[in-house]
Nanobody, 118 residues
Framework: QVQLVESGGGLVQPGESLRLSCAAS????????MGWYRQAPGKERELVAS???????NYAESVKGRFTISRDNAKNTVYLQMDSLKPEDTAVYYC????????????WGQGTQVTVSS
């Protein structure tokens, strides 16, 4: 069992920045990929960004150049730096951790609200 706790969400104006953090605890061994998904009202959950244990990153086209994902393995934490935020970035952001040792297992945080509005 892995517990994920997100923080850093909030209400900001367009063009401002937020930094999301997700700290993993519990059975934190053998974490492979860490990432962020988001879900806006009436829409499906979508991948925002992910980072593999080797450092390779993947971003949604809509956030490339604006968001940066990083991880601190010593702290078992993944971050999402969000710059130049737009109203369309408004969503609940969910932390995701994937393990691929023997079996593929996904763990999810409870979500943190990001609202971009003037």
């Amino acid at each position: 069992q892995v517990q994920l706790v997100e923080s850093g969400g909030g209400l900001v104006q367009p063009g401002e920045s937020l930094r999301l953090s997700c700290a993993a605890s519990g059975n934190i061994l053998n974490i492979n990929t860490m990432g962020w998904y988001r879900q806006a009202p009436g829409k499906e959950r979508e991948l925002v960004a992910s980072v593999a244990n080797g450092g390779s990153t993947n971003y949604a086209e809509s956030v490339k150049g604006r968001f940066t994902i990083s991880r601190d393995n010593a702290k078992n934490t993944v971050y999402l730096q969000m710059d130049s935020l737009k109203p369309e970035d408004t969503a609940v952001y969910y932390c995701n951790v994937r393990k691929t040792r023997v079996l593929v297992r996904d763990y999810w945080g409870q979500g943190t609200q990001v609202t971009v509005s003037s």
